[in-house]
């Protein structure tokens, strides 16, 4: 598979900010520099979505009157009763 340019407009107030974290992160390479922030902002987006996850678990635990120290007790319960259905 080939590359492939993209372009992008950087505001002039971040073009300092931009250059010194290429310098650092991509050697000089706007692109490894790049393909580096990917892989950062990925886990970014994955810790954020795993906060939310968890705050929804926790909003629905207080609704439903469940302890937070019963949580991996119902779970293993729950993942049992699920290995042993036939419709999976």
């Known amino acids: 598979m080939s590359a ?3 372009g992008f407009a950087v505001q002039p ?5 931009l250059d010194e974290l290429v310098a650092y992160f991509g050697e000089g390479n706007r ?7 990917l892989k950062v902002m990925k886990s970014v ?7 939310e996850l968890q705050a929804y678990g926790q909003q629905r635990t207080a609704q439903l009157g469940i302890d937070p120290a019963q949580v991996p007790t119902r779970i293993q319960e729950f993942l049992k009763g699920e290995a042993g259905r036939t419709d999976q």
């Open 4 to 6: 492939q340019t993209l």
């Open 13 to 17: 107030d971040d073009r300092p900010l």
């Open 45 to 51: 987006m994955l810790a954020e979505q795993l906060r």
């Open 31 to 37: 692109s490894a520099y790049l393909r580096a922030t």
